[in-house]
């Protein structure tokens, strides 16, 4: 505990916060060093013992040889006496069939409340228990008492022989506590209450780690990355598999695997330390494996060695091992508190403390250091632990639920929030699209209106301030509100179908060359007129008229024209793509054309310049033939009409 | 229709011209009068309804701003005394806007203000005879309308669903700039059946219900507009 006081950083600079970590540790200690005073004070409270007139103690006793009168509770002093074991013989008093309503009346018994390792009990010569077939009772750690019920037809009144006959093997000396010979109603209930707490206890908590055992394996299979789980879970399995295999005496087949199971203690507690290591997140040590060494050796000796020298190694090595094992533990479990104080880290240190002081008490009463009378509780405390860990992984286990919970929680509110920003800026972003677009159809309006309507209003203008009244401020009046309805119409939704734009300025083209006694022929060579072109704006559409309308007014104006044809059709090419043609013929004179494609004519080559100006905006190829028997105004409509003006204002 | 109006239509076609625009109205006079209708003049919607007192004009030709209320109204007003009488409206573009607000109201016509003085006096002639003239642009407009849309497109409300397939095929071809002889020859129709369908279309076009919410809403679109 001094080195982890030590070692902590200098980060911890602030008086107040050390002070404080310094008091809680200190608390902690204190707790600990309580659990350890109640747990001896529990020690120290004797099991009930039956009435002290049923207890037989004076015993002769042969052991090596020697005869010796002794006085049980009796610690034999030789160790491997399966062969030649200590023979105790002792008297007691049977009254007889004693009248109805007497203690004596009914069946009498032989109880011994605690033995090491074997015994077998003969009254008057006969045999009436031998523990070696009892499995419990051949667990030294396990406190298991005896009872036997005497056969009536043995008892003889006043004196009968009472001899038992004590095994003893491993390094452990023989222990033979009182003997009580009584009626076995009277014997009974003390035998029961020492049955539930040394074998069926143990049973109950064995089951508790099987479930423990199952449960940390799940987690593990589930959540891999935590090692810990699986580790712990291999602990627990080792523990189950070692408390319910049977281990009975001399049955050869199993003897190894018997030996390896009773040595697993160590590596049981090897695990264990390994858990909590990697559970309070300690980095692993470099020769981390090492505390697999005694475990494994024991398992080598219980391997190859005999029943003795399993018994010595395991005492000898496997037992301080554990020791060690528990002390590490305690040390690991007082940083984590150290360092965290948390629920988990306190728990674990309890029940660390209480097995701790139930192996300080065994080996105190395997050296025969305590007045005790040999109850082996390290096993029995280690349930404290399987109680621990349980509650410590259903407490992570509800924390991480609320844990969930809380996470969930604010995930809604975040979704919700930047649901909401995001909603907020959609609205922004459409607020400024909608700006934009409004920004730009003021900027196109306002160049279409400039390039037809403005003009001609000037012109009316300049016209009517002449005063030369007439055609001219008619015509010029005509065709600006003539270009307005083609600025209106060309705003209008078409859905890319360039037909029903062609639709209206027929009807326009029409009622300009009725004055003038002008024929326009209209003919469709598709059932469907053009291709529709989703991508077609507006702005894509004023062009194509005003070039239309050129070539119309040239035809009119220019080349004295009496019918005009309109050829509207569908054509594939080269790559079975269908494009759109439109082809405006007259029958008038025509114009020579330079060999550079401009007309000879000034006026109508400033008309021919805007048509070509307008076909490259829109992507647009113009064919342009011209001669005697009249003029061709071919357009080639693009595949795909650009996105942008390309050519400019 | 009394008696007296019977034997004048076979002398003259009768024509209430309402126009508030001086210069406009002279215009519109002149080319009436002058290919021989009975032209009747008023500048504002008093003075027209004062002229339709007595009895309807066989054509009424009424601009939409007056001075003094709204076209729509002499229309509407005119339509339900008079349903003979045949009902267009002076327009300077032509717009969809004001044109089919007048068709719902039961107009069967447009005339465009700067028309030619000898196209003036055919349209009403044709109007007359019973040939509905609908320019290409508001035949756009009827069958986008038919079109299901999530969205109403913005404009003067317009219930299409009386239309038939046909008539709305017609409309198609209207819009797409054919000419009678063309749909009809598509269509696999007679050539002289076309405008019969046309005025159909108008008539189906127009809001008979008496409520005035309709109405309401027409004409506040419009004065929105």
């Known amino acids: 505990m001094k080195d982890e006081a030590a070692a902590t950083t200098p980060g911890f600079s602030i008086p107040e916060h050390r002070r404080l970590r310094v008091a809680r540790f200190a608390q902690y200690i204190l707790i600990q060093a309580l659990i350890a005073v109640a747990c001896i004070f529990a020690l120290r409270q004797s099991l009930p013992e039956p009435p002290a007139r049923y207890l037989v103690s004076e015993f002769s006793a042969k052991e090596g040889g ?374 730009l159809e003021r900027t196109r309006l306002m160049r279409d209106l400039h390039d037809g309507l403005g003009g001609q209003l000037v012109s009316i203008v300049a016209l009517s301030e002449r005063g030369d009244a007439g055609v001219p401020i008619g015509d010029a009046a005509r065709a600006a509100l003539k270009d307005l309805r083609l600025v209106i119409d060309s705003m209008d939704d078409i859905g890319g179908d360039l037909m029903l734009a062609l639709g209206s300025w027929r009807e326009r083209a029409t009622a300009q060359l009725r004055p003038h006694d002008i024929a326009l022929d209209w003919r469709a060579l598709s059932p469907q007129g053009l291709p529709v072109h989703p991508e077609l704006r507006p702005w894509h559409v004023i062009q194509i008229v005003r070039l239309l309308d050129e070539a119309v007014t040239n035809a009119v104006k220019h080349a004295g024209a009496r019918r005009i044809t309109v050829t509207i059709e569908t054509l594939a090419d080269a790559s079975d793509f269908a494009y759109g043609r439109i082809t405006v013929d007259d029958d008038g004179r025509g114009f020579a054309l330079m060999p550079d494609g401009a007309a000879a004519d000034k006026k109508a080559g400033r008309g021919l310049r805007n048509m070509r100006s307008r076909a490259t905006r829109c992507g647009i190829e113009l064919e342009l033939i011209s001669g005697a028997g009249g003029t061709r105004v071919r357009l080639n409509l693009p595949r795909r009409f650009p996105d942008s003006d390309a050519a400019g204002a | 229709m009394t008696e007296v109006s019977d034997e004048r239509a076979t002398q003259a076609i009768t024509v209430l011209l309402v126009e508030d625009d001086a210069p406009t109205l002279w215009r519109l006079q002149d080319a009436l009068t002058k290919s021989g209708f009975e032209v009747t003049a008023a500048a504002t919607l008093a003075e027209a309804r004062a002229s339709l007192a007595g009895s309807g004009p066989k054509v009424l030709l009424t601009d939409l701003q007056l001075p003094d209320g709204h076209g729509i109204e002499l229309i509407r007003e005119t339509r339900q005394r008079f349903p003979e009488t045949e009902i267009m409206v002076i327009s300077i573009l032509g717009d969809e806007a004001s044109v089919i607000s007048a068709i719902t109201v039961g107009a069967t016509g447009y005339l465009l203000k700067d028309a030619f003085p000898t196209d003036i006096a055919q349209t009403v002639r044709d109007l007359v005879a019973g040939h509905s003239p609908i320019s290409a642009s508001i035949a756009r407009f009827i069958v986008r309308r038919t079109q299901n849309q999530a969205e109403p497109p913005p404009g003067p409300p317009l219930d299409t669903v009386k239309l038939t397939p046909r008539e709305i095929d017609i409309l198609w071809g209207i819009a797409k700039g054919f000419s009678y002889a063309e749909i009809a020859e598509h269509l696999g129709l007679s050539r002289q059946t076309v405008p019969g369908h046309i005025k159909n279309i108008y008539r189906k076009l127009e809001v008979h219900t008496r409520g005035e919410a309709v109405f309401e809403a027409l004409q506040q679109g419009l004065i929105r507009l």
């Open chain 1, 66 to 439: 020697v005869e010796r009168a002794v006085t049980l509770p009796h610690y034999t002093s030789s160790r491997f006496s399966l062969n030649d074991p200590p023979v105790y013989s002792g008297r007691f008093a049977w009254p007889g069939n004693s009248p109805p309503g007497t203690e004596a009346q009914g069946a009498w018994s032989v109880y011994l409340p605690r033995f090491s390792n074997g015994v077998e009990v003969a009254v008057n010569g006969v045999v009436i228990l031998d523990s070696r077939r009892d499995p419990v009772a051949n667990r030294p750690d396990r406190n298991a008492p005896e009872i036997a019920v005497i056969p009536a037809s043995l008892l003889r009144e006043k004196a009968n022989d009472l001899t038992l006959r004590l095994f003893v093997w491993g390094p452990l000396t023989g222990f033979l506590d009182s003997v009580y010979v009584g009626p076995d109603q009277t014997l009974r209930p003390y035998f029961e209450q020492r049955t539930l707490l040394f074998v069926t206890l143990p049973v109950v908590v064995s089951a508790w780690q099987a479930i423990l055992a199952v449960i940390l394996a799940i987690m593990w299979a589930v959540r891999r990355r935590e090692p810990a789980y699986g580790i712990l879970a291999a602990a627990m399995a080792l523990g189950v598999a070692q408390a319910f295999l049977p281990v009975a005496v001399e049955q050869s087949q199993y003897s190894r695997l018997n030996a390896i199971l009773i040595t697993s203690a160590p590596i049981e507690s090897a695990f264990v330390l390994t858990f909590a290591m990697l559970f309070l997140g300690l980095r692993w040590p470099r020769y981390g494996a090492l505390i697999f060494a005694p475990g494994l050796i024991l398992v080598a000796v219980a391997l190859f060695g005999g029943q003795a020298l399993v018994s010595e190694a395991f005492v000898l090595l496997g037992v301080p091992a554990i020791g060690v094992y528990m002390v590490l533990l305690a040390l690991i479990v007082a940083r984590s508190v150290w360092k965290r104080h948390d629920v988990a880290s306190f728990v674990l240190g309890c029940a660390v403390t209480v097995v701790l002081t139930g192996w300080i008490h065994d080996v105190l009463a395997v050296l025969q250091m305590t007045p005790d009378r040999r109850i082996f509780i390290a096993r029995l405390s280690y349930s404290a632990m399987l109680v621990a860990i349980g509650a410590g992984l259903t407490v992570r286990f509800a924390r991480a639920l609320n844990q969930v919970d809380r996470f969930a929680g604010r995930l809604v509110t975040q979704v919700r929030q930047a649901e909401d920003k995001l909603k907020e800026s959609f609205v922004r972003e459409e607020e400024r699209a909608r700006a934009a677009a409004l920004a």
